[in-house]
């Protein structure tokens, strides 16, 4: 049995249609031929009134959630852990070869990755030919 909630979900969605296609034939008209100034605050007042209903969806929508949410609890948890708890697997080294040797336990792999990047980052000595420090006068 349908209540008084259906009819009034119904009854917004007729007159969010009506609204919008009063919109479009004002729209076709000043494309077309031009709005008058009483054209175009009719078109605003249409507008307003169609903002109105979606705030009043839009409200709806967001107390209903509440609702679920309070009955329900969040009902994505399982999912949710398994998605952090797959990236974090993916985004992990389980192991590291350095050269032939096998690097298994987390602090040796740090250490490993550690030494490798300051090593790539640090500053080499400058090697080569160089001009004298009193060459230019």
């Known amino acids: 049995m349908m209540g008084r909630g259906a009819n009034l979900g119904a009854d917004l969605r007729a007159c969010k249609g ?7 034939v004002l729209d076709d008209l000043a494309d077309g031929q031009g709005l008058s100034p009483d054209d175009w605050l009719w078109r605003y007042a249409l507008e307003a009134s169609l903002m109105e209903i979606y705030k009043s969806e839009e409200l709806f929508w967001q107390r209903r959630g509440g609702q679920n949410w309070l009955l329900k609890g969040d009902a994505n948890t399982a999912y949710f852990q398994a998605i952090a708890n797959g990236r974090r697997r993916k985004c992990a080294i ?3 070869w350095d050269g032939d040797v096998l690097l298994e336990s987390p602090e040796d792999i740090s250490t490993h990755i550690y030494s490798f990047y300051k090593e790539l980052f640090s500053a080499e000595p400058r090697g080569g030919v160089s001009l004298c420090a009193n060459f230019w006068p």
């Not at 009506?18 to 479009?24: G, H, M, W």
């Open 94 to 96: 389980p192991f590291l």
């Open 18 to 24: 009506a609204l919008l296609d009063q919109i479009k």
